[in-house]
């Protein structure tokens, strides 16, 4: 019978300088030498070597073969110089109602609390959807901090012309405040209508 795998720790490599080992190694070990794979080591420039055996030079303290990978649920931590998240994926922006679209994609990554998201809208009909509110954000915005960064990197067949857009968001939704003429307020003027198409890019904090 061929014994399950375990690890094995071992010192390996020539001494160093006053008598220290070169580097500790943890492998995978079966029933012979020849099934033995390494794990991690830890080499003599005091670096933790997952999946790999072969340094970054002036990497860091610890170096891995293809990535670190989060919890799907974060477990966060209060202690500020700890990155406890990150996460790419996909989100559906919407305007809600019976609004219908020809192109309707959303993409977003979060490190921490930092979240960069990504959206582009071509309406095809608005129907009831919402004329200047752009909905599903993938994470809620922090209720205590608005503080948010955005862009429009592009319009077409907007619902009204506009001397200015400027960018709101709320919760888990991004709002278009356009004006249609110099003004010192926000203006209620639809932006989205039929055939409307918008790129938006945002940063913001959960």
């Known amino acids: 019978m061929v014994p399950a795998a375990s690890i094995d720790c071992r010192v390996d490599g020539t001494p ?14 079966a029933d ?27 990497g860091g303290v610890l ?21 406890d998240d990150y996460e790419e ?23 921490g609390r930092l979240v960069y998201v990504s959206a582009m809208l071509t309406v095809n009909a608005i129907g009831t959807g919402n004329t200047k509110q752009i909905e599903g954000l993938p994470f809620s915005i ?20 506009y001397v200015s857009i400027g960018i709101n968001a709320f919760t888990t939704s991004i709002v278009l405040e356009a004006r249609a003429a110099a003004a010192t307020g926000s203006s209620g003027s639809p932006f989205f209508g039929n055939g409307t198409a918008v790129r938006v890019t945002m940063m913001y904090f959960t």
């Open 89 to 111: 994926g996909t989100w559906t922006p919407t305007l809600g109602g019976t609004a219908t679209y020809t192109v309707q994609t959303g993409t977003y990554t979060k490190v």
């Open 142 to 161: 922090n209720g205590s901090n608005n503080d948010i960064g955005a862009t429009i990197g592009f319009v077409h067949s907007a619902a009204n012309s």
């Open 32 to 58: 012979s030498a020849s099934d033995v794979t390494e794990a991690m080591r830890i080499n003599n420039q005091r670096e933790l070597l997952i999946g790999t055996t072969t340094r970054t030079a002036n």
């Open 63 to 83: 170096q891995v073969s293809n990535g670190i990978t989060f919890p799907a649920t974060q477990s966060a931590c209060s202690n500020a110089n700890t990155l």
């Open 16 to 29: 160093g300088t006053n008598d220290m080992p070169g580097r500790l190694v943890f492998s995978t070990t």
